[in-house]
Nanobody
Framework: VLLVQSGAELRNPGASVKVSCKAS????????IDWVRQVPGQGLEWMGR????????ETAQKFQRRVTFTADTSTSTTYAELNSLRSEDTAVYYC???????WGQGTLVTVSS
């Protein structure tokens, strides 16, 4: 199993960012993908998840109305898009296959003017 994420991003406050996670080594549509972030100096924070099989999503209350999860079965890629960025969103964003045994390498998103 391999999850490969997109590269680091720098955004201004108020902008949006879209992070990708390309999966391989298993049947993409059989497993949820979770999105988790880690703000510097803090623990892991679950943002939500997507079922690539049918596109159903769950979103942590904190991120509702600000995050969108999508999946492209043709490329086995899931995406997390976070809007209205603020400095507190500076973090490393991870995708993880359901069960959290397999993780992407992380994507650093920096929000700064």
């Amino acid at each position: 199993v391999l999850l490969v994420q997109s590269g680091a991003e720098l955004r201004n406050p108020g902008a949006s960012v879209k992070v990708s996670c390309k999966a391989s080594g298993y049947t993409f549509t059989d497993w949820y993908i979770d999105w988790v972030r880690q703000v510097p100096g803090q623990g892991l924070e679950w943002m939500g998840r997507i079922d690539p099989g049918d596109g159903d999503t769950e979103t942590a209350q904190k991120f509702q109305r600000r995050v969108t999860f999508t999946a492209d079965t043709s490329t086995s890629t899931t995406y997390a898009e976070l809007n209205s960025l603020r400095s507190e969103d500076t973090a490393v964003y991870y995708c993880a296959r359901e069960g959290w045994y397999d993780w992407g390498q992380g994507t650093l998103v920096t929000v700064s003017s």
